[in-house]
């Protein structure tokens, strides 16, 4: 068994993307990217913070807005609109979930799409949906499409089973994985809670990438000998052991699953680093486009 080092990897995303930023500055852009935060969510502010933090570790311009929970939908129309028309910005994320009087769909579409680098938009969506590589893709599943191809985990022609069908990860990285190219051509089976008979379903898996939500919810039987398990879920559980008195999970029983797997993501550590690294990746490529150069040009 071997273990997908999420941390590794990331590392090594970061590091390409700092030269990149070094190398656009060169040319008189430095990437920037807007985090917009509405009320005060302790987990959300963390996430909002670790973002801002990593520009600045890497060299990019950042704008963090944490705006007051009771922030009126106009208010927060209008902060995306002057950042769609803010040439330092090449990257607007409105962190979710927003307070329950916000439309969080509507703030979604009013984000140009080019600035779009959470990949949300509806026109990225179709982009995604179409094959078309000018599109965003959202961070995660393109964080897990990254780590099958670092650890040089062939995609083309194995049966991917996506558990979980969400917006944010399931559909658009079971899109991403049947998609032609590069860590793509994989034939893909996406599961749900509807599902029947799902562990029959998962045990079919070559690729098995969990993104349900649910605390070990992967167990031994559940996984076919020598399957590659990529493990999205991340679960706060009460652990007295621990001074904190909670650690965090996968949705994979890791422990008893690792021993019969070829290679599986270790959570923390697996998944969770490359979320942020696509998206300084997807900011950055935004910025060489609003120079007229796109990825690999
Ligand atoms: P979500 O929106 O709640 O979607 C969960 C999906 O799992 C749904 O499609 C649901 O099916 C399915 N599901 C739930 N219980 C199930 C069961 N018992 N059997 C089969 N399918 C079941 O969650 P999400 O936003 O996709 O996130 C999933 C997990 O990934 C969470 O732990 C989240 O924290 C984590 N996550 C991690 C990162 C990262 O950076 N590593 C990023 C995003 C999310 P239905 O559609 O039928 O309800």
Request: aromatic share 2%; hydrophobic share 45%; charged share 20%.
């Amino acid at each position: 068994m071997s273990l997908i080092d999420g941390k590794a990897i990331a590392a090594k995303i970061n590091e390409e993307s700092r030269l990149a930023v070094a190398e656009l500055q060169a040319r008189g852009v430095t990437p920037g990217l807007a985090v917009v935060l509405v009320g005060s969510d302790p987990a959300s502010q963390a996430y909002v913070r670790s973002k801002d933090a990593m520009c600045q570790k890497l060299g990019m311009y950042s704008e963090k807005y944490e705006l007051p929970a009771e922030t009126t939908q106009a208010e927060l129309l209008a902060r995306v609109r002057a950042l769609n028309t803010n040439p330092a910005i090449h990257g607007i994320l409105v962190q979710s979930p927003p307070p329950p009087h916000i439309d969080e769909r509507a703030v979604v579409e009013a984000i140009d799409p080019r600035k779009d680098v959470d990949g949300f938009h509806p026109v990225n969506v179709a982009k995604l949906t179409l094959g078309d590589p000018d599109g965003f893709v959202p961070c995660t599943p393109l964080g897990c499409q990254r780590l099958l191809i670092e650890s040089g985990i062939e995609t083309a022609g194995a049966h991917v089973v996506v558990l979980g069908r969400s917006m944010i990860v399931g559909k658009p990285l079971a899109l991403l994985l049947m998609n032609k190219g590069r860590g793509g051509d994989a034939t893909v089976t996406v599961a749900h809670s509807r599902t029947r008979n799902l562990a029959e379903v998962t045990r079919a898996a070559d690729i098995l990438i969990a993104a349900i939500g649910r605390p070990e919810f992967v167990q031994v039987d559940m996984v076919r000998e020598g399957a590659v398990v990529i493990d999205v879920g991340i679960n706060r559980v009460a652990a007295p052991e621990s001074p904190k008195g909670s650690k965090l999970v996968g949705d994979v029983a890791f422990a008893e699953v690792a021993p019969k797997c070829r290679a599986i993501t270790p959570v923390p550590g697996g998944v969770g680093p490359m979320t942020i690294a696509m998206l300084m990746a997807n900011t950055i490529e935004s910025c060489w486009r609003s120079t007229g150069r796109g990825r690999g040009s």
